[in-house]
């Protein structure tokens, strides 16, 4: 089958494909190979008993034949009985005459006593047509002509199976025509049967259960006697080719032939049908029982698909009264251990759904809380900067520049920091957010200090957390930087997968322990208020952004300026914060 077409079966086909594969295949296995095993082992069976039977037929006839040629040399001239027919038939005397056929009489019955298979006996003269000296009535019809012939001789001739001249005999015998060889008399011949039944006696028909026909084939290959006669009617010339001791197929029929020493066969005929007989029973009880089996595998596919149906439709109820919000229905066990596990499981998920839903609409009412107060609190700057932009406004027509210069880069601070984008911005604008802080930090002390600020083209539009860079210049501008301090800030990329910036100063440096600290969250014993809490800010949107990937150094010394150098992946075009977390 074809692997595409087998899956879109749906499971109850798959599974009497499966069912039904698993149950005829070995039947038909076990049936083709019990098959040529029975029919071989049938074969020689039948074949040898047919033949053990024709053998046993060809025997008993070819006695019969010689008891008869024995009984006709005896009633011949050469015997004694045939010197008595002579002189009986030369003498003239009457009472000589009498006193020979009493003594022939008494020794005919001698000889039919002592050979009980012999039946009707008499002499005939062909002449005249007269018979003599017959034990038995003969029928008026009797002609010689008409008796199939057997075997041929000069003197001598065998007639096959035929009706008997006995007129109160309508069995089938077989008969000798034998020339009496009387001195001047050679019209008188003796003609000795076979006795009552005693023919079928000799050719049985049946062997081992199956109707045999029998076939006498005389010398010449013509069918002399046949039990057959709508297939091999008397007379007609039997098929040529067949071996003897071989079995042949001829229309229909096997043909079993075991020809004699004197050249005449016999031959035993079983209808395909027959032949096949057994065979043909072993094939119905085989295929009851094949049958059956499938039965049985059906009906066992039967129950095992109930047994997966039903729990899947019951999960598929399941399921959909989860599509459809249903948390609370109860849940009924099938008394299958594994299904009622998966249902047990599945039970568990849905409540967790349920808990996961419950907590998501009281995040969801949270959120909607939260929205309002934004929006809230986002009225107040909106205020706040229509007041600074007055205020500029006021400062530039009264000619107050500082004044005007104060203002403008504190509204766009405040319109930077309170921006609501999103907390993530590209470095070029982050820089720029910067610029207008360190404007404000010049303006509002009296202490001059440098800026240097170098970012490369290929990452000013690179995106970074908002509000990372002005903590590192704030703490540099606090605690450390001295008058005509600098501070200088560099972004730069490294070995292609790296965003470093790094902010320097010339001031009064860290020492180990303050940097440990720093690094550690270690703020409590800080005199100075504020500090650290600017580094605490950026190690806290480093880990929330980018996770272990990102890192946070500090290099100083006392007396030697301080250095931070933050180490940020560097984002690809199309890549999520969340994917270089995972990263």
């Not at 009924?332 to 998501?360: C, G, S, T, Y």
């Not at 880069?409 to 470095?427: A, F, R, V, W």
Request: negative net charge; charged residues 20%; hydrophobic residues 40%.
């Amino acid at each position: 089958m074809n692997p595409s077409i087998f899956t879109k079966l749906s499971l109850k086909k798959r599974l009497l494909i499966i069912i039904l594969t698993s149950s005829l295949l070995p039947l038909g296995l076990i049936g083709t190979l019990s098959y040529y095993k029975m029919y071989a082992m049938l074969n020689n069976k039948i074949e040898s008993s047919v033949q053990n039977n024709l053998q046993q037929v060809a025997l008993s006839l070819e006695n019969t034949l010689s008891n008869l040629n024995h009984v006709t040399q005896q009633l011949a001239f050469n015997g004694s009985i045939g010197r008595d027919l002579q002189h009986y038939l030369d003498t003239s005397n009457v009472y000589e005459k009498s006193r020979l056929e009493k003594e022939l009489i008494n020794e005919l019955n001698i000889i039919n006593f002592a050979n009980p298979s012999i039946g009707l006996t008499f002499y005939y003269f062909q002449n005249d047509h007269r018979f003599l000296f017959e034990n038995f009535p003969i029928k008026k019809d009797f002609d010689l002509d008409k008796l199939p012939i057997l075997q041929q001789y000069e003197s001598l001739t065998y007639f096959g199976p035929h009706k008997a001249s006995n007129r109160f005999d309508d069995s089938n015998v077989i008969s000798v025509y034998r020339q009496a060889n009387i001195p001047e008399r050679d019209d008188v011949y003796v003609y000795v049967e076979t006795g009552f039944e005693f023919t079928q006696k000799i050719l049985q028909s049946n062997q081992k259960g199956m109707h045999v026909d029998h076939l006498i084939v005389n010398d010449k290959g013509v069918v002399s006697y046949s039990e057959n006669a709508s297939g091999f009617p008397i007379g007609t010339v039997y098929p040529a080719g067949n071996e003897p001791g071989q079995l042949v197929k001829h229309e229909g029929y096997y043909l079993f032939q075991n020809v004699s020493n004197q050249g005449w066969s016999v031959v035993s005929v079983i209808a395909q049908s027959e032949y096949n007989k057994e065979i043909s029973e072993w094939i119905k009880q085989f295929a009851g029982f094949s049958l059956l089996s499938i039965a049985v595998s059906l009906l066992l596919g039967w129950l095992l698909w109930r047994m997966v149906y039903v729990p899947l439709t019951r999960f598929n109820k399941e399921i959909m009264q989860l599509a459809n919000k249903n948390f609370h229905s109860e849940i009924k066990m099938m008394q299958i251990p594994e299904f009622d596990h998966l249902l047990h499981q599945f039970w568990h998920m849905r409540k967790q759904i349920w808990d996961l839903l419950a907590e998501v609409e009281q995040k969801e009412k949270r959120r909607a809380d939260l929205e309002v107060e934004k929006l809230m609190y986002q009225i107040n700057p909106h205020f706040l900067y229509n007041t600074l932009d007055t205020v500029c406004w006021l400062a530039r027509l009264n000619g107050q520049d500082k004044i005007d210069r104060l203002v403008t880069s504190l509204n766009k601070l405040l319109h930077y920091n309170l921006d609501k984008q999103g907390q993530e911005t590209t470095i070029k604008q982050e820089i720029g957010a910067l610029k207008e802080y360190l404007n404000l930090q010049q303006i509002r002390y009296d202490f001059r200090f440098g800026v240097k600020i170098e970012a490369d083209e290929f990452v000013e539009n690179q995106s970074i957390p908002r509000f990372i860079l002005q903590p590192l210049v704030e703490n540099a501008l606090y605690h450390g930087l001295g008058d005509d301090g600098v501070i200088q800030v560099q972004v730069s990329v490294e070995d292609a997968s790296y965003v470093v910036v790094s902010v320097s100063d010339n001031g009064i440096g860290l020492s180990e322990e303050a940097i440990h600290k720093l690094l550690h969250n270690e703020r409590g014993e800080n005199k100075k208020m504020g500090f650290g809490i600017g580094i605490n800010y950026v190690k806290r949107i480093l880990l929330s952004r980018y996770g272990p990937g990102a890192e946070l150094q500090i290099k100083s010394s006392e007396g030697g300026g301080t250095t931070v150098l933050l180490r940020l992946p560097l984002k690809k075009e199309g890549e999520s914060v969340e994917r270089i977390n995972r990263g």
